[in-house]
Antibody, heavy 121, light 107 residues
């Protein structure tokens, strides 16, 4: 069965960076794009970008361009999301989500459990 | 593309019909719109994709409709587990965007 397991909660100071891990299993890793989204406390969902694990090509939301880096390691079926220059407004639960369809970057179907990132001095 | 969901909160009783709206600021290409359900402390769950296709395992009391700029999620008869927050998301126009959500609560 499809599983996405994310790394644990993080507490960071303003200006620091955070790297969240999402390890995939139960399917062919390179066949499905992986999205990253976040959800601030009590707020809605915010799409950050999507990576094609096969080619490594990425599309970032403009809001995060310049601060976010998505990478993947095909040998371990893992995708990473690094967010830099953290500020308090970046406090949120970060989710990875596998796309529903092969070779498509449209919408997540399977989701990780979420990683809480807290930015506080 | 800005998605505006209405109402913000919907209070209904068990067995009633729920109608949730999602309006786009411009036409959504190919009607590429999905609906998610999210319960507290959980990741979202995909309900509907391509505006009207039910995702795997979703009960048939959930249905999606609409095209262009106006989309609707209908829950025909509310069950206790249906009370949650619902989000629409479009993927027809770049970038992907979400609505702000509709909270469905028990009356």
């Amino acid at each position: 069965q499809v599983q996405l397991v994310q790394s644990g909660a993080e507490v960071k100071k303003p200006g620091a960076s955070v790297k969240v891990t999402c390890k995939a299993s139960g399917y062919t890793f390179t066949s499905y794009y992986m999205h990253w989204l976040r959800q601030a406390p009590g707020q809605g969902l915010d799409w950050m970008g999507v990576i094609n694990p096969s080619s490594g090509s990425i599309s970032y939301a403009q809001k995060f361009q310049g601060r976010v880096t998505m990478t993947r390691d095909t040998s371990t079926s893992t995708v990473y999301m690094e967010l830099s220059s953290l500020r308090s407004e970046d406090t949120a639960v970060y989710y990875c989500g596998r796309d529903r369809k092969v070779n498509s970057g449209n919408h997540p179907d399977y989701w990780g459990q979420g990683t809480l990132v807290t930015v506080s001095s | 593309t800005v998605l505006t969901q209405s109402p913000g909160t919907l209070s209904l009783s068990l067995g009633e019909r729920a109608t949730l709206s999602c309006r786009a600021s411009q036409s959504v290409s190919n009607n590429y719109l999905v609906w998610y359900q999210q319960k507290p402390g959980q990741a979202p769950r995909l309900l509907i994709y391509d505006a009207s296709s039910r995702a795997t395992g979703i009960p048939d009391r959930f249905s999606g409709s609409g095209s262009g700029t106006d989309f609707t999620l209908t829950i025909s008869r509310l069950e206790p587990e249906d009370f949650a927050v619902y989000y629409c998301q479009q993927y027809g126009n770049s970038p992907i965007t979400f609505g702000q959500g509709t909270r469905l609560q028990i009356k």
